[in-house]
């Protein structure tokens, strides 16, 4: 057996390529903890089998360390940092490469073959396998739309389903991966996961479930990047490795990449992009609440004129984005041809709907449309669409993606996800699907739906998720009365510096980030009430800062049913008056939409416990 190991430049992370028996195998650890165990690796082109037989031709080693800056992004620069590992194998069929990288956060491999003319991928042998030792697996069944809850799943049923990527799992002594892929584009198509019921451990590379036949292809091949980010939580969701493993932007001229919050009818009120004049109340809105954009979304063709809508919203100092459905521009010329019109009426951005599909012919679409959108300079949300793959880096203007069971789901219009998103999805998100890349899932619903969260959780979702483009989903005269106004005024959409402070998935998170010279932090829970600590370690040092707190009111709230410590103890009088009563309250009447605001100085080297309640949380603006 041959063993190629690479490691991470902190020496800490390792990946390691095998040669045995003439088959290829991979695995990964952080120190002592394995990330994967022993891994497949291969494909099987028409008419060439590379999977088997091999030997190894050459070995080449080096490094990489650049810094790149992203338009719109969770933190102002990124760093690609790594050892690199470069193996040329040869079987009695063809050549093979294998290029590997170990970074501290995280392992990446992909195969490419030489070669000229068209090809055929039958299929890639690849897969992850899933440590003994793990503990929780989270993941989601693949759907189209990636609109599902990522839950725990027992090791027996791994090979029930095709999974979607990511894949996160909890592998030990502290240590999560994350098992992802980067750099998809058009010429290979996105994958999925699969185990098989002998091996339910180790799970496969499958092509998009509706991509019958082989992948049509041209030589040179490349895979995409088969990845596994790892460490603690906060490395997962802060990390920018599968932007790194993306070819670098295609937009020159940043300028007309612009972050912001836009006001969005279509989740409160479908028919109201049909509708001119409420078009308009939202346009008011938005400049109401210094909000950047309004997205006029499905129903505004011939009952909106957009032209006129953009003339009104420029007045009022807010630009608009429009929606189109895929189908629509399914070839290059007619969405060139479109975009270019849309442009011209002074839009800035487009939301395109409805892909549901990770096979190649799909995912060619929306490489011509981030390059039409880039040469007319308008911002681009993919909607109904496969999970992002670190492309910011690629497409920068590509500001958001849904692939997200988000705030929509409130409407109740799935058969089998009944009432949409909930507090252990919410607090799941930022370790999975948010890891992998923006997420629309437009946050913000108080009282027109149901969604078994507090306010102040509901809050704390612009903070805790990023969408480069954030669409507040609740309705504008419920957004401009309630309390939490002044913090969704100002919540900021990209980020110069982002940070877990604690988390454990499908239970609680809390988050800061930093834009300019002010902090933002949130934290919401799940299922039970908490009391969140936050350490304020991270604040400058000699700076005093004025922090403002949306947080849970638990003012009607008794101390049974609020954690430990947050409330008094119960005393005699409330107990006596408890036990007068012919029927006690539930703990589910408490009222979910109270919200308490104070107004404190901080500084570094404070700690501040704030107490949810059940499905609660809190935001909070630390201004210097």
């Known amino acids: 057996m041959a063993c190629f190991t690479v490691?991470?430049?902190?020496?800490?992370?390792?990946l390691q390529v095998m040669e045995e028996g003439g088959k290829l195998f991979w695995q990964a650890k952080k120190e002592d903890v394995?990330?994967?165990?022993?891994?497949p690796l291969g494909m099987e082109l028409e008419g060439c089998s590379l999977k088997d037989g091999f030997t190894v031709l050459d070995e080449v080693r080096g490094s990489i360390d650049e810094s790149y800056s992203i338009a719109a992004f969770k933190k102002k620069v990124c760093r690609d940092r790594a050892n690199t590992l470069t193996l040329t194998l040869k079987n009695g069929e063809g050549q093979l490469t294998v290029e590997a990288r170990a970074y501290d956060d995280g392992v990446a491999l992909r195969m490419k073959t030489d070669g000229q003319g068209d090809c055929r991928v039958l299929g890639e042998k690849t897969g992850f396998a899933i440590p003994e030792t793990a503990g929780q697996v989270y993941g989601m069944k693949y759907v189209f739309s990636y609109e599902d809850h990522y839950h725990p799943i027992?090791?027996?049923?791994?090979a029930q389903n095709n999974l979607a990527f990511p894949v996160l799992v909890e592998c030990g002594k502290g240590v999560w991966a994350l098992y992802a892929e980067a750099a998809v584009f058009g010429d290979y198509g996105s994958s999925t996961l699969c185990a098989e019921s002998d091996a339910p451990m180790t799970l496969l590379l499958r092509q998009a479930p509706d991509q019958l036949g082989p992948t049509e292809a041209k030589l040179p091949l490349?895979?995409?990047?088969?990845?596994?980010?790892?460490?603690d939580l906060n490395d997962i969701a802060t990390s920018n490795t599968l932007e790194n493993l993306n070819p670098p932007s295609i937009v020159e001229d940043t300028s007309f990449i612009r972050p912001g919050t836009s006001a969005w009818s279509w989740m409160t009120e479908n028919d109201s992009t049909k509708d001119p004049i409420r078009c308009r109340e939202y346009v008011d809105y938005a400049a109401a609440m210094g909000f950047d954009y309004y997205l006029a979304d499905g129903g505004w063709p011939g009952t909106v004129d957009i032209p006129e809508l953009v003339k009104y919203a420029e007045e009022k100092g807010v630009k608009i984005w429009i929606w189109e459905h895929s189908a629509a521009i399914r070839s290059p010329e007619i969405a060139e041809e479109k975009l270019k019109l849309w442009a011209s009426w002074g839009v800035v951005g487009v939301k395109i709907d409805f892909f549901e599909s990770d096979g190649a012919h799909r995912v060619k679409q929306y490489d011509y449309l981030a390059e039409i959108a880039a040469k007319y300079k308008l911002m681009v949300n993919f909607h109904g669409c496969m999970k992002p793959a670190g492309e910011s880096r690629t497409w920068p203007h590509v500001m958001t993606r849904e692939a997200v069971m988000g705030g929509e789901y409130l409407q109740n219009f799935s058969t089998f996800l009944p009432g949409g998103p909930d507090a252990a999805h919410n607090c799941t998100l930022p370790f999975t699907r948010n890891a992998m890349g923006p997420m629309d899932y437009t946050p913000v619903c108080y009282d027109t739906y149901l969604t078994g969260t507090t306010d102040a959780h509901q809050t704390a979702l612009t903070v805790i998720f990023t969408s480069y483009i954030l669409h507040i989903g609740e309705g504008a005269e419920k957004v401009l009365r309630h309390p939490a106004r002044p913090f969704l005024s100002r919540v900021p959409a990209a980020w110069d510096e982002s940070r877990v402070l604690e988390a454990y998935p499908g239970n609680f998170v809390t988050m800061a980030r930093?834009?300019?010279e002010n902090w933002y932090v949130a934290s919401i829970c799940a299922r039970r009430p908490r009391?969140?600590?936050?350490?304020?370690?991270?604040?400058?040092?000699?700076?005093?800062?004025?922090a403002t707190l949306y947080a849970d009111d638990l003012s009607d709230e008794r101390p049974f049913d609020v954690a430990e410590g947050a409330?008094?103890?119960?005393?005699?009088?409330?107990?006596?008056?408890?036990e007068a009563m012919s029927q006690r309250p539930a703990h589910h009447q408490h009222d979910m939409h109270l919200m308490k605001i104070t107004s404190f100085q901080v500084k570094k080297g404070d700690t501040l416990t704030v107490p949810m309640s059940v499905n609660g949380g809190f935001a909070m603006v630390i201004e210097k």
């Open 7 to 14: 490691y991470s430049p902190d020496q800490r992370v390792q």
């Open 34 to 39: 394995f990330l994967a165990e022993k891994s």
């Open 154 to 158: 027992p090791r027996c049923d791994l």
């Open 222 to 231: 490349a895979t995409p990047w088969r990845v596994v980010l790892c460490g």
């Open 514 to 516: 930093k834009k300019d």
């Open 531 to 546: 009391n969140s600590t936050v350490h304020f370690d991270f604040l400058d040092e000699d700076a005093v800062y004025t």
């Open 567 to 578: 409330l008094p103890r119960p005393d005699a009088e409330m107990i006596a008056g408890l």
